[in-house]
């Protein structure tokens, strides 16, 4: 049977399992007690089950036994290594997919683990799982991720503490007969039952002492009397080292035996041996070796660039039992106890160069680009060695950029809470060991900063990176490329913050400074044209944010290998500054080959995707196809809030999008209330004063007034009229949508004097600062026809409206919702949909 396969009788979900030990033996009793834990059903939430022993009895055997045992009881068997809690999340939100979920690639780490742990404890696809934590040494890392629900959890932990939070079995040694068993099955008839016994007793009964004797009188044909006397002498020798009480004499004596034998035959497979003992206790990538010829240091080097030298060591390392190939995953494993005898018989200036080997091989063989979404796996089995390597200590600059892709790998993954521990020991460590105005410590923070933003942290990543820039520009210089970037992240936090006018600013610096650095073909500077862009349409200079995005669309879409994430990005912007400057169906054509592009390239559950789906929706109900526009913003509403829950600012957007479209579509009930419950989000989100917070007001008002609360509707606009104008001006598209509709609301209250002055002050700015054929311009000079007829300028009226809806019909078409409305003498009313910070 190929390794990881079931029969076609196993579970529909079989994932990461190790393959079964095909010389396993015994162990009835345990697997039986085991099994009657597992299955005994108290309550509808069955606990989790413990197994707890030392190091080398063979908990993780037996967790694999039970899982092929027991195969056809369940729906579903998942494999997690817990050994390292921050890399949990990310095993766990590989299952998305198998119970139907969105991928943590569209998702984000974060927001997979959880719907993950949700769908299990629901039993919905699957109420006979079985998800086993191998090697989970810390109950208070682990607890919150483990499932409680229909289905079964098996632990197999070190530490005795587990028994105070689960129940939990206890693993020793094999019995003398399961020994003597287990060598017969071996050995054959090499070993009698004699020399079984004696070599049983003398390892002490330890399985993982047994397979490694095992394997290496098997492959030396060495006699057993031979072997016990070797083990007596090596037992004494090691003894006299004073290993850790934690290491089983059988064990140490044992494995002490294998190296020494491995040693005489083929020495560099010892050098190999040591090095995997400096990375992780996860599987090693096999091409990390192959890779690592080219950067390994003096002690790897002569045999890593020796292909045919490596492959022998790699296999006497198997046929010892010392490392464990996964032929299907190329890769290889070194088990944690033997780690541990290895670093410990090491003197430490040893220790340092064989864990600086490892480093350079990690950095070394690591992919160029995390934001590549290919790169992403090979990013993921390096990870599992950053922490267990000491690489963080590393002082090597290409070191240290790998560890800091890791980290940006993390968070384009969208794993925040990992990215940010992390971040917070690098620039910890490496303040220690190289000042706080390194270069490599002011990157870490910036990048820290980054994963404050899309937690929606907007005031901690606003302080630290305004502090970051400070010393960056000071110790760097203001035209350094890391100072560059910098100050393009703090523009993004002050767009958070609501200071868009600052943030303009400070991106159209770096634009000019990575144009005089690069060139006009570097991506760097396309990626900062697409922030300055942004600026501009937040400060509703749609003229200039179209012309840029456009320009910057073109070249982005020509080159080769550009992200399709920033690509997305880049079009949907594109599709929106073309609708705020008046464009609409220009913009719905855009922003429908924009989202269908992201869905082909990206899924339709990726977080870009779904920006570009709100936009359409946007487009549609602009455009007057408000039936498909409900249909494609419930649905993506529906996503984000599954996502990211109500409190996210992309779900926040969405909600307003919706209460919108139902507005259009007549369901004023139904939108009035989302938009109250979006509204509760926005001030701990933006801050009580952000333009976001007083725009989104409009749409409450608006919904007040249609309902039958004019008065109450006037009071609101105004006040957002007088927040807006303080925040960003009186000619910024929002202040002056608040002003449409204040006009509006006095009409409503029979206060046309006042409506008709607001509407010629307001058509003024709109004629000034936008364009007189702008959409906003129309429906303003439409509306003030009617206050100039209510107050009895009836031929001015007239003239308006005249001049007005040939313009109106052209733009919009005829048949367009607001054209119609013009054509029977209502008013037509703005909205606020906000835009991506």
């Known amino acids: 049977m190929a390794e990881n396969s079931i029969p076609k009788q196993g579970p ?64 579903l068997v998942w494999w997690v290594s817990a050994d390292q809690p921050l890399l949990v999340p990310s095993v766990l939100a590989g299952m998305a997919q198998a119970l139907g979920l969105p991928p943590a690639t569209s998702t984000g780490v974060e927001q997979a683990t959880q719907a993950v742990i949700r769908t299990l404890e629901s039993g919905v696809p699957y109420r006979s799982w079985l998800v086993i934590f191998d090697n989970a040494e810390e109950p208070e890392y682990i607890k919150d991720f483990l499932p409680r629900g229909p289905g079964h959890v098996l632990i197999t932990s070190r530490n005795s503490r587990w028994s105070d939070h689960e129940p939990t079995i206890e693993v020793d040694v094999f019995r003398r007969d399961e020994s003597k068993a287990f060598l017969h099955r071996r050995l054959g008839d090499a070993i009698g039952d004699d020399e079984a016994d004696r070599l049983a007793d003398k390892l002490g009964d330890l ?7 095992a394997a290496l009188l098997a492959r030396t044909l060495m006699s057993v009397d031979e072997y016990l006397t070797l083990l007596e002498e090596q037992t004494s020798r090691l003894l006299s080292l004073e290993k850790a009480p934690t290491y089983p004499q059988s064990m140490t004596a044992a494995w002490q035996l294998s190296v020494s034998q491995l040693e005489d035959r083929v020495p560099a497979a010892v050098e190999v041996l040591r090095c995997c003992a400096f990375f992780g206790p996860e599987p090693i990538p096999r091409d990390v070796f192959r890779r690592g010829n080219r950067v390994a240091g003096p002690r790897l080097t002569p045999v890593l660039s020796d292909p045919i030298e490596l492959t022998r060591a790699l296999s006497q390392l198997e046929s010892l039992a010392l490392v ?50 290919t790169n992403w796996p090979r990013f993921e089995e390096l990870a599992a060695h950053l922490e267990p390597s000491g690489l963080i200590e590393c002082t090597v600059p290409a070191v240290r950029k790998f560890a800091i892709d890791l980290v940006r790998y993390m968070y384009v993954r969208g794993s925040y809470q990992q990215a940010q521990a992390l971040l917070n020991e690098y620039i910890q460590k490496w303040t220690e060991a190289s000042g706080p105005r390194h270069s490599d410590v002011l990157v870490a923070r910036i990048h820290l900063g980054n994963v404050y933003l899309a937690l929606t942290l907007y005031s901690r990543a606003q302080e630290l990176m305004s502090e970051t820039v400070g010393m960056m520009e000071e110790s760097l210089g203001p035209d350094h490329p890391e100072t560059l970037w910098g100050k393009q992240s703090y523009a993004a936090a002050l767009r958070g913050r609501g200071e868009f006018g600052k943030a303009q600013e400070i991106d159209a610096e770096v634009v000019e400074g990575y144009e005089r650095l690069s060139g006009d073909n570097e991506r760097v500077v396309l990626r900062a044209r697409a922030n300055l862009a942004l600026a501009y349409t937040l400060t509703s200079e749609y003229v200039h ?98 996502l990211y829950g109500d409190g996210h600012a992309d779900t926040m957007a969405a909600a307003l999008g919706l209460s919108n479209t139902l507005r259009a579509n007549g369901d004023l009930e139904e939108a009035l209330t989302i938009v109250r419950r979006t509204l509760e989000h926005y001030p701990a989100v933006f801050g009580a004063n952000h333009p976001f917070v007083h725009a989104s007001k409009i749409n409450l008002a608006l919904l007040l007034r249609l309902t039958g609360d004019a008065a109450r509707a006037q009071e609101l606009d105004q006040e957002v009229l007088h927040g807006l104008g303080d925040l960003l001006g009186r000619d910024h598209d929002y202040a002056v949508t608040s002003a449409v509709n204040l006009q509006n609301d006095l009409a409503a209250l029979g206060r046309h004097d006042e409506a008709r002055a607001l509407g010629e002050e307001t058509m003024r700015r709109l004629r000034t600062y936008f364009t007189p054929d702008h959409y906003l311009s129309l429906i303003c000079a439409a509306n003030l026809s009617l206050d100039m007829q209510a107050t009895g300028a009836e031929e001015e009226a007239k003239r308006l409206l005249t001049e007005t809806v040939p313009q109106l019909d052209a733009l919009l078409g005829r048949e367009h919702p607001d054209a119609l409305a013009v054509a029977a003498g209502q008013r037509v009313n703005g909205d606020f949909d906000p835009p991506p910070i």
């Open 324 to 373: 464990k190939v996964e032929p299907t995953t190329r890769t290889l494993q070194v088990h944690r106890l033997n780690q541990a005898l290895l670093r410990d018989e090491l003197p430490e200036d040893q220790r340092a160069e064989f864990r600086h080997e490892v480093h350079l091989l990690l950095s070394g063989t690591a992919p160029a680009d995390p934001d590549e979404t």
């Open 207 to 213: 399985p993982l002492a047994l397979e490694q004797a």
């Open 545 to 642: 944010a179209q012309k840029m995005l456009q320009e910057t669309y073109l070249r982005q879409s020509s080159m080769d290998g550009y992200g399709r994430r920033n690509l997305l990005a880049t079009w949907s912007n594109l599709s929106r500054a073309v609708r705020l400057g008046g464009q609409l169906e220009v913009a719905m054509n855009i922003a429908e080959e924009a989202y269908n592009y992201g869905v082909a390239q990206l899924g339709e559950d990726h977080p870009r995707t779904l920006l570009a789906a709100k936009d359409l929706a946007i487009s549609l109900r602009r455009s007057g196809r408000v039936t498909e526009a409900l249909q494609l913003m419930r649905d993506t509403h529906h996503r984000l809030q599954r």
């Open 12 to 75: 529909k979900v079989w994932e990461r399992v190790p393959k079964r030990n095909p010389n396993f033996t015994g162990r009835k009793d345990l697997l039986a007690a085991l099994r009657k834990s597992m299955h005994t059903v108290t309550a509808v939430v069955a606990q989790p089950q413990a197994l707890q022993g030392l190091g080398g009895v063979g908990k993780t055997q037996l967790a694999i036994e039970y899982a092929w045992q027991y195969r056809d009881h369940y729906d």
